[in-house]
């Protein structure tokens, strides 16, 4: 069974950075795509960053020039530099791959940004 694990997640002051990975315990073949969703408190789960096979990259428009997403295909690792951070980027952020027909998603990590 793959279970993906994130790591990575913290408090951070704003104007600060950090780095999101996320691996895969398993084989997973023929990944389609890997992103990072984040749930703000009583808001919902958003797209925040997007990977193809083919390293095809999309952001969201509130994180672009500030994050970045990467991905190491044969750890089946996707990863999530975040710089500049800001208060409004505090939630829960859950990395997703799709692979092998099937859609997987991590438990989460809290980030926090806060003075």
């Known amino acids: 069974q793959v279970q993906l694990v994130e790591s990575g997640g913290g408090l951070v002051q704003p104007g600060g950075s950090l780095r999101l990975s996320c691996a895969a315990s398993g084989t997973i073949s023929g990944i389609y795509s890997m992103a990072w969703y984040r749930q703000a408190p009583g808001k919902q789960r958003e797209l925040v960053a997007h990977i193809t096979s083919g390293g095809s990259t999309t952001y969201a428009d509130s994180v672009k020039g500030r994050f970045t997403i990467s991905r190491d295909n044969a750890k089946i690792t996707v990863f999530l530099q975040m710089n500049s951070l800001k208060p409004e980027d505090t939630a829960v952020y859950y990395c997703?791959?799709?692979?092998?027909?099937?859609?997987?998603w991590g438990q989460g990590t809290q980030v926090t940004v806060s003075s």
């Open positions: 997703r791959v799709i692979g092998d027909g099937y859609i997987y």
